[in-house]
């Protein structure tokens, strides 16, 4: 089946059209019939074939989304029949706009055996407001509540290979499917309601902590999901993983609330299961694995397996490489590569960070025979020891000791060093490195606030700017503000200000402007004598 037949297959009419309401181009709607614009309408007004009324709020929907440059939504109605209409802005004189039809208790609502209105179960629009207002209820009146979130896997492939459009609308179709009530606990239905977070995450809100109806309702809306979706010939199956997380005995704010349920979502997907995954039980099984991983860990110390992967950093002027800096990197066996997040967290709680550091620090001074050979005899090497091993009293014996057999010279060292773990420390302790030679750079500068006379007074070479602000220094006007603050800083206290995350042209140049002589990041990494990406 071809891409055009299969987009003519689907059921939410999708529409383009310019600001004065002319149809430039249309496909779908087979959910919605009656709104279906005839073979001739290309080139005509939309009052041409529509009722006034539909014509003129698709039209204004149309123009306020070209306008806002955000998508917009709205409810309309033709008919007797109920649809949702959302619109995106396409350039500066047209718009998309896709029409789905609501389902009925979508539009109806519907009453509750004690005479209660009962609003609709898949609420995709609005859902987070109103998933904090059930939180908040929950909360003051002790009413339980739980939230399952669905990850539905399939539906990027489909995005990627046919058109995101046929991935949305497949979506739509397995939702609209599901049935009104499900899940029953003592023969009484389990009230819920359905939100969309994103393209495959769906998010449903349980009024009720019974385990047993949760995972009861989730796995017959996992079913549903399961069942091949059909598009005109084509049929598609998508592959749902579930996860729970409880109002209190899992979280109490509404991020919280949803991370766990994703968290266990993710466990449920990692591990390929088919049933509902609840939080509090990942929990024992994420004790299990930080175990085995902190077993690992220890093996791998000891084994010499964990190393380090280097980036140039660079005269951002003159393009001159100036540093090799190192980053921690651990590629397991089995689990393939482990991010240092990861392992680091298991390291710090497990006592083994400073034994993690020091054998690294060891591996620095081999890795410098190698990576000098490869450049100028002024580029340094640049490593971050861990903020437990900076900590301990021994630190600065630890790097005396590095340094005395004389295979890595002091001049060409650099330590990385984040401002809140550097501050932890009187300001004085390593000005017998800076008598050595040694540099020491204050990372991650711009998270926090460190004192300044404590960086006025500690033997400091530089400044490294944090990547969050360095990254959007073109775009983002509180960024500029914040770099530039950090270029002065450095400036004022005789130090010199780095840069990372350095991706393109126009970044290097703004950069240089405000007065930044340094900087890593992609831009420099088109040729191998730039960057590293191997352990040593």
């Known amino acids: 089946m071809s891409a055009d037949a299969l987009l003519e297959s689907l059921p939410d009419l999708v529409i383009a059209l310019r600001r004065d309401g002319t149809l430039v181009a249309h496909s779908g709607g087979q959910g919605v019939p009656a709104l279906r614009p005839p073979a001739e309408a290309l080139g005509k007004s ?115 290979v046919i058109a995101p459009r046929v991935s949305d609308q497949i979506m739509s179709a397995a939702l609209q499917r599901l049935p009104a009530q499900m899940g029953h606990a003592q023969g009484s239905p389990v009230t819920w309601y359905l939100g969309q977070l994103s393209e495959a995450l769906l998010a449903i809100v349980f009024e009720t902590a019974d385990r047993d109806a949760i995972e009861a309702c989730t796995s017959e809306i996992c079913r549903s999901l399961r069942e091949p979706v059909s598009v005109g010939d084509a049929g598609f199956h998508l592959t749902p993983a579930a996860g729970v997380a409880i109002l209190g005995p899992d979280a109490s704010t509404p991020k919280l609330l949803l991370e766990h349920a994703r968290f266990a979502a993710n466990e449920a997907r990692r591990s390929g299961s088919s049933q509902v995954q609840f939080f509090t039980d990942t929990l024992s099984l994420r004790a299990l694995a930080r175990l085995d991983i902190a077993r690992e860990l220890r093996e791998a110390i000891d084994n010499r397996e964990i190393g380090l992967r280097y980036a140039g950093r660079h005269d951002l002027a003159t393009g001159r490489l100036v540093a090799w800096v190192g980053y921690l990197r651990w590629s397991h066996p089995l689990r393939k590569e482990v991010r240092p997040v990861d392992f ?3 390291a710090e709680s497990t006592g083994l960070a400073t034994a993690l550091s020091r054998a690294i620090l060891a591996r620095v001074q081999e890795d410098f025979a190698t990576l000098s050979a490869q450049s100028g005899p002024d580029v340094r090497i640049s490593f971050g020891p861990l903020r437990h091993h900076i900590l301990n009293e021994d630190f600065v014996g630890d790097i005396q000791r ?44 711009g998270r926090g606030l460190g004192s300044l006379n404590w960086l006025a007074r500690a033997p400091l070479w530089g400044l490294q700017l944090d990547r969050a602000w360095t990254a959007a220094v073109q775009t ?61």
Do not use: N
């Not at 330590?415 to 004085?428: D, H, N, P, Q, V």
């Not at 350095?502 to 730039?530: I, N």
């Open 402 to 445: 590095l340094l005395a057999g004389g295979a890595l010279p002091a001049e060409r060292v650099e330590l990385r060093i984040s401002e809140k773990t550097l501050t932890a420390r009187e300001a004085g302790d390593f000005k017998v490195l800076q008598r050595l030679g040694v540099r020491v750079v204050v990372d991650e500068v």
């Open 46 to 160: 939309l009052e041409s074939f529509w009722p006034e009324s539909v014509a003129t709020l698709v039209r204004q929907l149309a123009r306020k989304a070209i306008a806002s440059r955000v998508p917009v939504e709205t409810q309309l109605s033709d008919r007797g029949r109920d649809y949702e209409a959302r619109a995106t802005a396409q350039g500066p004189d047209k718009a998309l706009v896709v029409i789905r039809a609501l389902l009925p208790e979508t539009r109806a609502g519907s009453i509750d055996a004690t005479g209660e209105h009962r609003q609709s179960q898949l609420d995709r629009r609005g859902f987070l407001r109103r998933f904090k207002e059930s939180l908040s209820v929950a909360a003051l009146r002790e009413k339980p509540l739980a939230v399952a979130v669905i990850h539905v896997g399939g539906l990027s492939g489909v995005a990627q």
């Open 344 to 346: 680091l967290r298991v």
């Open 476 to 536: 983002d006007a509180i960024a500029m503000k914040v770099c530039r603050a950090g270029v002065a800083v450095a400036e004022a206290l005789g130090l010199t200000p780095i840069a990372t995350g350095v991706d393109d042209e126009s970044q290097r140049e703004a950069l240089v402007k405000v007065g930044c002589p340094y900087g890593s990041g992609d831009l420099f990494a088109s040729s191998a004598r730039d960057i590293i990406r191997k352990t040593i």
